[in-house]
């Protein structure tokens, strides 16, 4: 089965930034959907970012575009999330979450829906920024 660990969670100041990590492993495929979800209390999941591995495509959300970047090492099995000029509104629960969805699916179930889809996630890490 498909396993994935976060890490890089933390508290900074508004306008800081952080990089969350997610080490996945327990497939062979070099085709997945991976990427990030965010909880915050008293709101629903909503989709981050995502990244398509078997042809690099990214995917963001709108409030999150020209701030967070996404990106895979694919010798390590891991994807990266860079989250630059951090906002107090983007404290939450971070997740990592991945299935194998085509290109499309991706896109379309990470961004769109509050990822009932995914059948594999992280532990989940906490961003706190504060203002």
């Known amino acids: 089965a498909v396993q994935l660990v976060e890490s890089g969670g933390g508290s900074v100041q508004d306008g800081g930034s952080l990089r969350l990590s997610c080490a996945a492993s327990g497939y062979t495929s070099n085709s997945i959907c991976i990427g990030w979800f965010r909880q915050a209390p008293g709101k629903e999941r909503e989709g981050v970012s995502f990244?398509?591995?078997?042809?690099?495509?990214?995917y963001y959300a709108n409030s999150v575009k020209g701030r967070f970047t996404i990106s895979q090492d694919n010798a390590k099995n891991t994807v990266y999330l860079q989250m630059n000029s951090l906002k107090p509104e983007d404290t939450a629960m971070y997740y990592c979450a991945a299935d194998f969805f085509a290109t499309w699916a991706c896109r379309d179930y990470g961004l769109r829906t509050p990822g009932g889809e995914f059948h594999y996630w992280g532990q989940g890490t906490q961003v706190t920024v504060s203002s």
């Open positions: 990244i398509y591995t078997g042809n690099g495509n990214t």
